[in-house]
């Protein structure tokens, strides 16, 4: 029956339109860039990754990166020609890679010997790929328009699958349990399915695009399909045989596709230098952001093998030979680097004894409370639910305002030096001043100094739209109040002057706003 | 039948855009019918030139189809409609509790409040009402104009506990049982006609013990004149004058009495009298002779109270008052608490010299800002409580003068009773409210509020006794915002404020939204709508009351989950005078904060959640009112209509993120408002229709036809009277309507096929026959016309229309085939709210004075749940006992019947616990603990409990041997 006091409620501003969204955030957590330019300056064709490193192919090279350091860790030169889709097995033990000549080579990444060859295709091999389920299992496509199934220690392909009519530039295996089949995209602007079961080494179902295929991708069900064609994606339903949906957020064409967040997002590279990631339930774009030079291969690399892991790098290969890793640090690391940083900046500071026994205090405090709670465990009655800790408290300047003493809360709230300054909190207090009637109130009685710091923040946001209004209101009594002692305090003059060339630029820009709001108004007019 | 007409409407489309194409050609058609019927009007008028005051008004006001039907102010139609039978008003239930010292019996049992015209009993421990007893009521078949007397005074008789003493403005005295809810009242007549306020002193000895009744007359407000009555069997009571005081001022009269009656004091403006018997014992009225003494107070008095104390023995002039000490505390208009200690003997001393001018000095408590509303000293005498229009109680220790606070209340204090063995205070607010605290721990044991909206004042505020920079308006100025949710009809959604000053005072502000259940006639919950800070400070350094939102329309969508409001608020010119003039409209208008808020509504009693806030939803280059709120019947949608000539349909949707939909903590659907379609209407379209009006105000209305597929849209200044008829899926204006409505518009909404438009004149339009089915002038009341009201039915296919007639307002209930008004009665105050109850075919209209009246068709079943209360609460008929309604009276009385039963059994059961312990179950199965036989009965009023067939079953069941099967167990 009686109200219980609450703190007063902040005021809500529009959102702007460049509010950042927790996907957003997760994707701007992947810093620390590092740029390694090819020591070929070919482009970066492909990206492959096992648990604990990855594989990049670029020109006649490809080299082999650590997950964890991110260093060089092996080069493979020996090849003739230019060398593509360097796919390093999941055991990371073996490499498997096409070239130019057609030549199919696998290597041994420890001695970087070479443990295999095949010469059957007579056309550069684009697409080498390690089965993800069978070790012994490899794909190949090639521009000799055939896709062939092989057994490592066989010399001949176990199956050789014919149908498309043009160059073959993308395949992979099917996920899961589906692994046998593969997915294979091409020139002749089909996407094909093909299963070696059949026996008839034809492809079992086949998509009809608009445009060469650039890159398939299935997604971890098995049932939805990703295929690249231009600059359009589309999302094909291997169950109803049908696409779903068609995305076209690139300016150029799609050359790479990648899953990343455990499939749970589909992160795309363009010749336009933008990497996209999109989500896979609507497909809408989550983030983007802009590379450089145009985007040739794109890859998350998670921080383990369990499903579902975290990313840990965002590996971009692009055109001009350069290869961009970003690297997303983990909670724990995230922490430890920042507690290595500011132990560094107070070593340069000279404050490291300060530094030190502040650290002590923390590990003391978190000690004790780790021993309040091993006492906590053995407790015969625990309160559930108690609402009084959740409840926020209620700041000196809101009790101020409670009781009326509005001058006092506004001196507090604007105080810059507070731990919980923040411009919002003036906002709100003069908001509710109006409200009470009390703006007057507050900025009444004031003397030299401690008008200051209204005057300060008055011109301080005048010039923010959501703000404006307030502002003008205070600026007005502050005007009416103090007016005629300008001349006698040459603190008080400079603010009022400061104050005065805020607003008339303010106006300037709105009167140009107005003739270009005009000038639009009449050409939309002549248009009609 | 809404259906079919439905149907009909949406196949007469294709007609209606046909009919538009050509529109010049109807628009023709109708200007000719409209030459026609004005024809046919004429010689009406000339024969009804003497009563019809405004011919020029009713002269385009005709039926257009029946020759027959003529205009008529509605007044006429009165006695008409008055042997209908088939539509029937309730009586009014709840009310206004007024600033009357509630009573609360000596056992703590009971609570009895006073209300405008009736005194209504409480239970103490449940909060619930035992029984209304009426005394001056008047329902709607009083005749027409008559004002009921107010309730001035209450008090418990002195020598029966069941009986109370209750005056009346007009002068009647009752004597009343308030234990019984039928009985013939008896009363007398006081000699001057008037009564202010009253006390009840005991005569006569044991043997021959009576009371006497002094009433404080005053017929000039310079006056004052304590008459005893002594109520005589059979005849009229002995009367006797025991003081006349004239004292120059505009203010109070009040009296007051110790329990024996030995010592009185009152006051009349700012002079205290004090009476005292100089007798031990008085036996008939002639005896009762008390000497008066009287000074002035530093201020005008607004409460009064007087103990006895008795420890110390002094020495008086007077030896017959030896030990005596009367202390008196009187609260000023002005907010000083003034304590008069041992008064008599100050007086007694200062009367020898007969000077009453002379000023007796008093010890002065000040802290309350405005009049002290109430105080009263504590039983033991050490404290004394306080409380005013901050909404806080002060609890004042007497030896140190230190405060205690309870802060935060709902409204300002009206009255504060301590209870006769001072362990509880009731404290009644002025948001319609009254609590039972205990005082050991300061929390509420019983909470009694009826509807909280904004009521008429009986009275002149204690706070404007003096002059004050604010004023309060004596009467409720516009329509209250009001809705009943379509899925819990019984449930009255009223916009409230912090208590009637809060809520009065300055601009009217109501931010808060009261649901009230209308079965059980108790309030659900209050919940805030829009910006409401209760715990501050609620008055500027100026003295000037500070302003809150006012909620000024909402709408619940069709299915009940939805709740829109709309608030508004303006800063007050009196914070802009150092802008300068000419631009200082525009910097209010600015300042105009109006919101549309869209609000989820929980299940059972959960408030609601706000889903979306629309800042400004019509905004020119400053936020314009929003005129009209309608919910969409059929999807959950919305339509506004707003001053900037624009129509507004909102719709919710999905809340995606990055097209991902949000999902709520319980896995739900999250949604948002936003607005889906804008129509601009009016002849400039849009921004530029605001230009044309110039300085009239926009007038707007909004309302779907039933089957949602068309807007109507009423807008433009004054006479301009267009209706704008809107495709709501294309958004466009396939038709415009004219001349529906003149002069100032009220409401509109669809009937299909019909439109009825309340403006100065009432209109029934046939939207798919397109013509003006009849017309009824209102006859012109000044002043009063905001609170005009019109809510249609769509069960039962009809329209009720509520008419303010200076005090009082007439409603009528029309059927849109037929002029003749089905029903039209006058209800003793003013309209401020009439809602339809979807569902249920009733109309709920909500007075001034807090009263609720349920307009209902005889024949319908289904309108019975909300009519239930008004089937007079089952409480005041012969019948109700035996039905089992009064069951919380009957369980009072037989209260020491019970306890008798329950020692009984209790020790049978004792005495053979010793020989078995596993048979006592059996044995004694028919012993029934009298708890669990309250627990059925008390679980709910009387009126809202459950079947006589269900509580006779569990009855038997608890009587009856426990089932075999959990025997066996």
Not at chain 1, 31 to 58: C, E, H, R
Not at chain 2, 172 to 200: C, E, P
Not at chain 2, 276 to 300: G, R
């Amino acid at each position: 029956m009686a109200a219980t006091v609450g703190p007063l409620p902040l005021v809500k501003l529009p959102a702007g339109p460049s509010q950042l969204t927790a996907e957003q955030r997760y994707w701007n957590t992947f810093k620390n860039q590092l740029l390694i330019p090819s020591p070929t300056n070919y482009p970066v064709t492909d990206i492959s990754y096992n648990s604990d490193s990855f594989a990049i192919t670029t020109g006649t090279r490809i080299q082999i990166y650590s997950n964890r350091t991110r260093k060089l860790l092996k080069t493979i030169t020996r090849f003739g020609d230019v060398a593509h889709s360097g796919h390093i097995r999941k055991d990371g033990r073996v490499l498997v890679a096409g070239d130019d000549t057609g030549k199919m080579q696998v290597f041994d990444v420890n001695s970087r010997s070479i443990l295999k060859t095949w010469t059957t295709h007579k056309q550069p091999v684009w697409v080498t790929k390690f089965s993800p389920t069978d070790l012994t299992t490899l794909l190949s496509a090639s521009d000799d328009k055939t896709v062939r199934l092989w057994d490592l220690p066989s010399n001949e392909p176990t199956t050789t699958f014919v149908g498309h009519d043009d160059y073959v530039r993308c395949a992979s295996f099917m996920p899961g349990t589906m692994s046998n089949m593969i997915v294979s995209g091409s020139y002749d602007s089909t996407v094909r399915l093909w299963d070696p079961r059949t026996g008839k080494n034809s492809s079992v179902m086949t998509f009809k695009h608009a445009a060469p295929v650039e890159d398939v991708l299935s997604l971890p069900s098995g049932t939805t399909m990703l295929a690249a064609a231009e600059n359009t994606v589309t999302v094909l339903d291997l169950v109803a045989a049908r696409p779903l949906h068609q995305i076209t957020n690139h300016q150029k064409t799609v050359t790479s596709l990648s899953l990343a967040s455990g499939g749970r997002r589909l992160i795309t590279g363009g010749l336009e230098g933008h990497v996209k990631v999109f989500e896979t339930t609507g497909w809408n774009v989550v983030y983007s952001t802009k590379y450089q030079s145009p985007v040739l291969s794109v890859s998350a690399i998670p921080a383990t093998d369990a499903p579902g892991a975290d990313d840990r790098h965002l590996a971009v290969g692009m055109q001009s030979g350069v290869l961009s890793v970003r690297t997303r640090q983990s909670g724990a690391e995230a922490a430890r680097e920042r507690e290595r940083e500011r132990e560094m900046a107070a070593l340069i500071a000279g404050t490291i004894d300060v530094h030190d026994s502040k650290k002590a205090k923390r590990k003391r405090r978190a000690e004790s409370s780790q021993k309040l709670d091993m006492l906590g465990e053995g407790a015969d009655v625990v309160i559930a639910g108690d609402s009084r800790s959740r409840r926020k408290k209620e700041r000196p300047w809101q009790k101020d305002l409670r009781h009326a003493r509005y001058s006092r809360a506004l001196d507090q709230v604007l105080d810059r030096q507070a731990q919980d300054y923040a411009p919002i909190n003036v906002l709100t207090l003069l908001i509710a001043l109006r409200h009470r009637s009390a703006l007057r109130d507050a900025l009444e009685g004031r003397d030299e100094q401690t008008v200051q710091p209204v005057l300060k923040w008055v011109c301080g946001h005048i010039s923010d739209p959501r703000y404006v209004s307030v502002c003008v209101e205070a600026a007005i009594h502050l005007i009416d109040l103090y007016a005629e002692y300008v001349d006698s305090s040459e603190d008080l003059h400079q603010a009022f002057q400061l104050l005065h060339r805020r607003v008339k630029v303010e106006s300037e820009m709105a009167q140009v706003a107005c003739q270009t709001g005009g000038m639009l108004e009449s050409l939309t007019a002549g248009t009609l | 039948m809404a259906g079919t007409k439905g149907q009909k409407s949406s196949a007469d489309k294709p007609k209606k855009r046909k009919r538009e194409i050509n529109d010049a050609d109807s628009k023709a058609k109708r200007h000719r019918r409209d030459v026609k019927a004005n024809g046919a009007a004429s010689s009406q008028e000339r024969e009804k030139a003497s009563n019809a005051p405004d011919n020029e008004a009713s002269g385009t006001l005709v039926a257009a189809n029946g020759d027959e039907m003529a205009s008529r102010p509605l007044g006429d139609l009165a006695n008409k409609a008055a042997s209908e039978t088939s539509w029937r008003i309730s009586k009014p239930m709840g009310g206004r509790m007024l600033d009357i010292d509630p009573i609360l019996t000596d056992d703590e049992q009971y609570l009895i409040l006073a209300y405008n015209t009736s005194i209504q009993v409480y239970t103490a421990t449940d909060s619930l009402l035992v029984r209304r007893i009426p005394i001056t009521t008047l329902d709607s078949s009083a005749s027409q104009g008559s004002k009921p007397a107010i309730i001035t005074a209450m008090r418990l008789s002195k020598r029966s506990s069941e009986m109370v003493w209750v005056a009346c403005s007009d002068g009647r005295i009752y004597y009343i049982n308030w234990t019984r809810s039928k009985q013939s009242l008896w009363s007398f007549q006081t000699k001057s006609g008037t009564a202010k306020a009253m006390v009840v002193l005991p005569i006569g000895g044991p043997k021959k013990a009576q009371e006497a009744v002094l009433v404080a007359e005053s017929d000039k407000s310079v006056r004052l004149d304590v008459m005893a009555y002594l109520r005589a069997k059979g005849q009229k009571p002995q009367a006797k004058n025991l003081l006349s005081l004239k004292k120059h001022g505009n203010a109070l009269q009040l009296l007051e009495s110790t329990n024996d009656g030995r010592f009185l004091v009152g006051a009349l403006n700012d002079r205290i009298f004090v009476g005292v018997l100089p007798s031990e014992s008085v036996e008939n009225l002639d005896s009762l002779q008390h000497e008066f003494y009287s000074f002035d107070a530093p201020d005008l008095i607004t409460s009064l109270d007087l103990k006895m104390g008795t420890h110390m023995p002094a020495k008086t002039p007077n030896g017959k008052k030896a030990g005596t000490i009367i202390d008196v505390v009187a609260g000023g208009a002005r907010g000083g608490i003034y304590v008069y200690q041992d008064i008599v003997a100050r007086l007694l001393a200062l009367g020898k010299s007969k000077s009453d001018k002379e000023l007796i000095q008093a010890q002065k408590f000040h802290w309350h800002r405005k009049a002290v509303h109430s105080v009263k000293w504590s039983r033991d005498g050490n404290y004394m409580i306080s409380g005013g229009s901050e909404n806080v109680m002060v609890t004042w220790q007497m030896d140190t003068g230190k405060r205690e606070y309870l802060p935060h209340l709902s409204g300002s204090v009206e009255n504060i009773v301590v209870s006769a063995n001072g362990s509880s205070y009731v404290v009644h607010l002025d948001d319609n409210s009254a609590m039972i605290l205990s005082t050991s721990e300061m929390k509420p044991t019983a909470y009694v509020s009826g509807i909280q909206s904004a009521t008429v004042s009986v009275s002149p505020p204690k706070d404007l006794l003096v002059k004050r920079v604010w004023t309060a308006p004596e009467h409720v100025r516009r329509p209250i915002p009001a809705a009943v949710r379509p899925t819990e009809p019984s449930r009255l959604h009223v916009c409230v404020g912090n208590g009637r000053q809060a809520t009065m005072t300055g601009d009217f502000s109501a931010p808060l939204l009261q649901s009230f259940d209308l079965e059980t006639f108790t309030s659900i919950t209050k919940q805030p709508l829009a910006r409401t800070q209760p715990t501050d400070v609620n008055i500027t350094s100026k003295g000037v009351p500070i302003d809150e939102p006012l909620i000024t329309h909402v709408a619940f969508s069709a299915d009940g989950k939805w709740l829109a409001s709309v608030d508004n608020w303006k800063p007050s010119e009196r914070d802009v005078v150092s802008v300068t003039n000419d631009v200082r409209d525009q910097f209010l208008r600015e300042r105009h904060e109006i919101h549309l808020k869209f609000w989820e509504m929980g299940t059972g009693d959960q408030p609601a959640a706000l889903v979306s806030r629309v800042n400004a939803p019509h905004a020119t280059t400053h936020p314009e009112a929003v005129l009209d709120l309608a919910a969409g019947p059929a999807s959950s949608c919305f339509a506004t209509i707003g001053g900037d000539g624009m129509v507004r349909v909102w719709r919710p949707r999905l809340r995606k993120i990055n097209g991902i939909v949000s999902k709520g903590a319980d896995g739900q659907e999250l949604h948002t408002w936003g607005c889906s379609q804008a129509i601009p209407v009016g002849d400039g379209m849009g921004e530029k229709a605001v230009v044309e009006l110039g300085s009239a105000q926009p007038q707007g209305a909004v309302a779907f036809s039933e089957d949602g597929s068309t807007i109507f849209a009423a807008y433009g200044g004054i006479d301009t009277g267009v209706v704008y008829v809107i495709d709501a899926s294309s958004g466009e204006v396939v038709k415009t309507l004219e001349g529906l409505w003149s002069g100032q518009l009220h409401s509109l909404e669809s009937l299909s096929p019909f439109l009825v438009v309340l403006s100065d004149e009432l209109r029934v339009y046939d939207v798919v026959g397109d013509e003006l089915r009849y017309g009824i002038t209102i006859p012109e009341i000044p002043g009063v016309s905001e609170l005009m009201q019109l809510a249609v039915d769509r069960q039962s296919r009809h329209f009720a229309v509520a008419l303010p007639v200076k005090e009082v307002s007439s409603i009528g209930v029309f059927d849109p085939e037929e002029p003749e008004p089905l029903l039209v009665r006058s209800v003793p105050h003013r309209v401020v709210s009439l809602v339809a109850s979807p569902e249920t075919s009733c109309f709920v209209a909500l007075d001034d004075c807090a009263q609720i009246w349920i307009i209902t068709e005889e024949s319908e079943p289904s309108a019975l749940a909300p009519a239930q209360p008004l089937e007079d609460l089952r409480l005041d008929g012969p019948t109700t006992v035996a039905a089992g309604t009064g069951m919380a009276a009957l369980m009072g009385e037989d209260a020491e019947m019970g306890s008798d039963d329950e020692g009984e059994p209790a020790a049978a059961v004792d005495a053979d616990d010793d020989d078995d312990d596993v048979d006592m179950d059996d044995t004694y199965a028919s012993v029934v603990v009298p708890q669990q036989l309250a627990d059925i009965f008390d679980a709910a009023p009387a009126f809202a409990g459950p079947s006589v067939e269900d509580m006779f079953y569990k009855v038997t069941s608890l009587l009856s041997a426990k089932p075999l099967v959990s025997a066996s167990e």
